[in-house]
């Protein structure tokens, strides 16, 4: 739940839903229109002037202000006396020798061979002209001609009866009431307009509800200052505008595959500088992944980590510990005959289950068999002793571990590993979830390293975020980060020379390796591409 909002944020919030606004204030307007024009009933007006005169006889100046001046006095009391139900009935019995039965009853509902006087008077308006002796009387009904009926006999019948009630004064009227055939209502634009304002209200309310008492996680600084913990890194969403029907592995987007956004890959370079600082002070180089809750990307972004450090030039190890729902090897499209599960139980010699240069710097431990006892399995002690081994030959271990709050088998790895990567899903993990998770990470006493926020979608990474990381493509549009200078067109080679330089920078545990420098390219002949390559030469020195 947010509990202060900013201006700003209000506006952001909008903003982030136009298009649901818009759509929204469309449909609204549009049912609008169409209940106006299929729905509701064709109402035609009528209208006529009445004037008040206090007394009949005028032949002065002084006998004339008098005269207006009562009868201004008079307008009140006369628009009461024209609204009785003596009136609206005397009215109603000339209407009914106008008409016949059918054209009453569908314009004002006859009950017991009458007109109800209420059913009159809610068709007249009548009104009082400012600072005059007028009253306008206008009578909106069904039926054109009938709306000029009631306007003229209330005109026939209404000196009668105010001379009758008031005994003062004289009703005048000069014309009498036509028939307009042009209806006045329904007013379909106006309709329109106030079903698309009211549509627009009605979703503006409910979406700042909603966010109101959203209790998902959608701001990574509000998540490190709620709860205290380091974040590793933000995930933009990506890969789902490519996912196949009836396809498992379409979901899993590694970071190798085409098209994947340039921000995606500096995300997972920035988590990868970070994990390196983050266990760069313990010897134990094996940490484990998780997430609070299933389905929120955890095993996806294990495989990305393992790949980012791999690409760092680091010798990896991703292990698929989730062995009750294994999905490594289907990311990496490998067997899972042999895995985590035949090691631990020596049901198969330990390099059998491991499966070589998946990529480069790269071997993978798929889960295996389903066993029966995943988490006995995992807090054994041939486990530790495999985890003991592997730690000899790889820079790095990374465990791929079911969700905290489903199952234990992360915490069974406490004693084994240097910590934990809670991986969330903005949008759907809520704080209650990580608290959980939090607490049983801290019951087991298990170092957590920091939160991974997934799945980003409100979030931009800048003006990089459209370009593609494929170097045939992006260095084809002249942004590549060359030493030669922003926009020029780097070699082949410097690709693999500034990561290098970037490793070389946040790994300590990488011994240092002096980048060789660039021969000068088959097709360099100008002396400016010379003077490039030196400047980068002389850039990596």
């Known amino acids: 739940m947010n509990e202060s909002y900013s201006i700003k944020d209000i506006i952001s919030l909008f903003l982030s839903k136009i298009w649901i606004l818009i759509i929204v204030t469309i449909i609204g307007g549009a049912a609008a229109f169409c209940f106006s024009k299929f ?15 206090s007394y009949t006889g005028i032949s002065e100046n002084t006998n004339q202000q008098n005269n207006i001046s009562n009868s201004k006095q008079l307008v009140n009391t006369y628009m009461q006396v024209l609204k009785d139900d003596a009136v609206m009935n005397a009215v109603g019995n000339r209407l009914k020798e106008q008409f016949d039965a059918y054209t009453l009853d569908s314009t004002f509902g006859i009950n017991d061979g009458k007109i109800a006087p209420s059913a009159i008077r809610n068709s007249l308006s009548i009104t009082s002209v400012t600072d005059t002796s007028a009253i306008n009387v206008v009578a909106t009904t069904k039926n ?41 209502a329904p007013n379909m634009k106006k309709n329109a307009a106030l079903g698309a304002m009211g549509a627009l209200a009605l979703a503006c309310m409910i979406i700042f509800l909603i966010d109101f008492f959203d209790n998902t996680v959608k701001d990574t600084d509000v998540l490190g200052k709620e709860f205290k913990k380091p974040i590793i890194g933000e995930i933009a969403s990506f890969g789902n505008e490519k996912k196949k029907k009836n396809s498992d592995e379409d979901d899993h987007v590694k970071l190798t595959d085409k098209d994947v956004a340039f921000n995606v890959v500096e995300s997972y370079k920035s988590i990868r500088t970070n994990v390196t600082f983050a266990l760069s002070t313990v010897d134990k180089k094996v940490f484990a992944v998780s997430s609070a809750n299933p389905g929120e990307g955890k095993s996806t972004t294990s495989a990305n980590i393992a790949i980012a450090l791999a690409q760092g030039g680091n010798k990896i190890l991703l292990i698929d510990a989730d062995m009750r729902k294994a999905v490594q090897h289907k990311i990496f499209g490998l067997k899972n005959k042999k895995g985590l599960s035949s090691a631990i139980s020596k049901m198969a010699q330990l390099e059998e289950c491991i499966q070589k240069n998946v990529m480069d710097n790269l071997d993978v431990m798929t889960a295996g068999p389903v066993p029966p006892n995943p988490s006995e399995l995992l807090a054994s002690e041939n486990m530790g002793a495999i985890l003991e081994q592997l730690s000899q030959e790889y820079s790095m271990i990374l465990i791929d571990t079911p969700p905290v709050n489903v199952v234990t088998d992360a915490m069974e790895l406490a004693k084994y590993s240097s910590g934990i990567i809670v991986v969330l899903k903005y949008g759907s993990t809520t704080n209650d979830d990580i608290e959980d998770s939090i607490k049983k990470i801290e019951f087991a006493k298990m170092n957590m390293l920091g939160f991974i926020m997934n799945d980003v979608k409100t979030k931009r990474s800048g003006y990089y975020s459209k370009y593609k990381y494929k170097d045939k493509y992006y260095y084809k549009k002249g942004y590549g980060y060359g030493y030669g200078g922003y926009g020029s067109k780097p070699e082949t080679n410097d690709t693999a020379a500034t990561e290098e330089v970037k490793e070389e920078s946040v790994s300590k545990e990488t011994p240092k390796k002096e980048t060789p420098k660039t021969e000068p390219a088959k097709k360099q002949t100008t002396n400016n591409k010379s003077k490039n390559n030196k400047g980068k030469k002389k850039g990596r020195k």
């Open 39 to 53: 729905v509701l009933p064709l109402q035609y007006s009528s209208h006529i002037s009445m004037y008040v005169q």
């Open 144 to 184: 054109a001609e009938v709306s000029a009926a009631v306007c003229n006999d209330l005109k026939e019948v209404a000196p009668d009866y105010v001379e009758e009630a008031v005994g003062v004064g004289q009703i005048n009227t000069i014309d009498t009431a036509k028939v307009y055939d042009t209806p006045v």
